[in-house]
């Protein structure tokens, strides 16, 4: 399995590089996973219904499945953040799994960058972030020889990372 993430701040435009890669890599017969990351509590099921109740009701985990889909929910005894490799232990083998947000993470990442936003990219100081997609590569605040790709060209990074696949190889033994 590849595993490469995608950071940046949040409005920079994550979500839309990664629904179109998703997009792109699966057009190019690769099965992928995604696993995002939210900073605030958030619910997938709604009041009243059966997978809340029976959340409301204690259970440790929560699943519901058809015959299209299955949705696992877990709520956590004591609250903390789980690691990235937790998460990805968690997920059904595939080819690509594409994993939004979680900048800090000890996984290749490919850095979302905005320089009308105004924040500083992470990309100087991170080694695990290997390339940088972005609106204005011209306006990139510091020089990198990282690739750069502009972050509408979602067929230009599924390139790269087709090329580049061996760098993103994820062995589970190298993190516990």
Do not use: N
């Amino acid at each position: 399995m590849h595993v490469v993430g995608f950071c940046g701040p949040s409005g920079v435009g994550k979500t839309t590089l990664v629904e179109r890669l998703v997009a792109e890599l699966k057009a190019r017969g690769q099965r992928v996973s995604v696993i995002k990351h939210a900073h605030k509590t958030f619910d997938i099921d709604h009041v009243g219904k059966d997978t809340w109740r029976h959340r409301q009701a204690g259970a440790f985990e929560v699943m519901i499945a058809s015959g299209h889909r299955l949705a696992k929910m877990r709520e956590y005894e004591v609250v903390g953040q789980p690691t990235v490799h937790q998460l990805i232990a968690e997920m059904v083998p595939c080819d690509w799994l594409l994993v939004e947000g979680f900048k800090d993470a000890d996984i290749h990442k490919i850095e979302v960058f905005r320089a009308a936003m105004g924040q500083a990219p992470l990309y100087p100081d991170e080694p695990f972030v290997v390339a940088v997609a972005t609106d204005a590569p011209a306006a990139l605040p510091v020089p990198t020889g990282r690739p750069v790709f502009d972050m509408a060209d979602a067929a230009a990074v599924a390139s790269y990372l087709m090329d580049t696949a061996d760098r993103f190889d994820y062995l589970p033994e190298r993190h516990g």
